[in-house]
């Protein structure tokens, strides 16, 4: 095969070997890819890593991170430190041809020059582009709703509450003080529980610093539809999270739907209004559109049918893992059990298929993925959290210290654990910051205000 030249090559490359091409630079992206980069020898092959973001983001520490816990720059890993034996193309596959063994590719470059893609060939494909937010038809949701998945969102939601704090305590209005005083949380998974119990403790404590708020001015709902939360920590757990986040004045509202979010009023299932400037969403997640857009056999949700040894069923040269793939898991004791998309299973995942693909290219036998599921932390804010790991089950301090322990842990690169760990020290010796830094979103406004131009307002 002729391979077409990488965008941004001004000179042809000399020949390296097959070229394998990881789509996604996530936890299977990258650790896929710093493996890869170990393990090849010269000649052997050449990485390719496309992701549409120049670094991999630990998304365990996005609530840390929204709570001003962790600088939001130690949240992120960069890819071209960490993976210098690569080449990187940030940018996002639109497209997947694998009969051609052809990925189209939208980058930065190909935008700016008008051309709008470009097609790059590759011999060995790892599909890892992870998934995005599942969002339903609610009315209001899309104008008014905030995800959760992005070190960008956290950030942006941490001086949003900041900022609508600001507006209640300044305002003479009781309805626009009361809309500012509410947060919605919609979903009761890691994502949606952790967000808020890290929000509602720095809410909290900035609170303190307010002449006219009170801790308890602040309404903070948690809407789930279904009978419990966080299930991947058990049910005696789940059960245990709702006492402590009630016991903390926060409304958590069981089998209760997100019915509109429209003209800044949360209507729920049960019939409840509540007036809310702030709706955060975090009910669930889907495969990414790329998947859809290939010629990969896929299941019934929408992930790519994987073997168990991380291959594309039925589809030489393709490999997948993580939420973009539907994994057997051969520890499950029940037929047609499949691994959780979950970052335990990625990163393990990520570390199998790079030795499979190593094999492959060598000629030498495959290996299975085999993992048991280890169990789950959670944390529910500073000191406290819940933890169902190996079949024993924590609450309160020791399990928001075995969060931290544990995550601390996986977090990539020794740099980035010295730099938590001591901003973690560092925030057991010094107040909390409650500052909102919301106008870095709008950099040029000042200046375009200064030259003349009417000052933008907020959505």
């Known amino acids: 095969m002729v391979k077409a030249e990488i965008p941004g090559e001004t000179t042809p490359a000399p020949t390296s070997g097959p070229r394998i091409l990881v789509v996604g630079g996530g936890y299977v992206g990258m650790y896929t890819a710093l493996r890869l980069q170990r393990k090849l020898k010269s000649g052997e092959g050449e990485v390719v890593v496309v992701s549409p973001d120049p670094y991999m983001t630990y998304q365990p520490f996005l609530p840390e991170a929204a709570a001003g816990n962790i600088s939001p720059r130690h949240v992120v890993v960069p890819l071209r430190r960490v993976l210098p034996g690569c080449k990187i193309l940030i ?37 890892a582009p992870g998934s995005v937010s599942r969002t339903l038809p609610v009315p209001g949701l899309a104008e008014h709703g905030v995800g959760f998945k992005s070190v960008e969102e956290a950030i942006g939601l941490r001086n949003h509450v900041i900022e609508q704090m600001d507006i209640a305590s300044s305002t003479r209005d009781p309805a626009i003080r009361d809309a500012a005083l509410t947060f919605v949380f919609v979903g009761g998974g ?9 929000l509602e403790d720095m809410a909290r404590y900035a609170s303190r ?121 051969v520890t499950a004791g029940e037929p047609g059990k499949e691994c959780a998309p979950n970052a335990q299973h990625a990163v393990r995942q990520a ?64 740099n980035r654990k010295a730099r938590v760990l001591a901003e973690w020290t560092l925030s057991g010796l010094f107040k909390r910051e409650i500052v909102s830094l919301g106008s870095l979103e709008h950099p040029r406004a000042e200046f375009e205000f200064a030259a003349g131009a009417e000052r933008p307002k907020k959505p």
């Open 91 to 127: 940018g996002e596959a639109t497209a997947i041809d694998h009969a051609t063994r052809t990925a189209t590719l939208r980058t930065l470059g190909s935008e700016e020059e008008g051309t709008g893609t470009v097609d790059l060939t590759y011999d060995e494909l790892v599909l």
């Open 209 to 329: 610093y307010y002449h006219n708020i009170k801790a308890d001015d602040l309404k903070w709902i948690l809407v789930e539809a279904t009978g419990r939360i966080l299930p991947e920590v058990g049910e005696e757990m789940g059960r245990y999270a709702v006492r402590e986040l009630r016991a903390r004045n926060i409304d958590v509202r069981l089998d209760t739907r997100l019915d509109s979010c429209e003209d800044r009023v949360a209507v729920l299932s049960d019939g409840t209004r509540f007036p809310t400037r702030t709706v955060v969403w975090t009910a669930g997640v889907k495969p990414h559109p790329v998947l859809a857009a290939s010629d990969l056999p896929l299941d019934g949700r929408g992930r790519l049918r994987c073997t168990t040894k991380l291959s594309v069923d039925g589809a030489e040269h393709a490999w997948a893992a993580g939420d973009a793939a539907a994994v057997p898991d």
């Open 351 to 414: 570390r199998v298929l790079a030795e499979n693909i190593l094999a492959s290219l060598r000629g030498e036998p495959l290996q299975d993925y085999r993992h048991a599921y280890a169990g789950s932390v959670a944390s529910l804010g500073l000191h406290k959290g819940v933890a169902h790991v190996y079949g024993r089950k924590l609450k309160g301090y020791p399990a928001w210290l075995m969060h931290r322990v544990y995550h601390l842990s996986r977090v990539p690169t020794f």
């Open 190 to 198: 890691f994502a949606g529980v952790e967000a808020l119990a890290e």
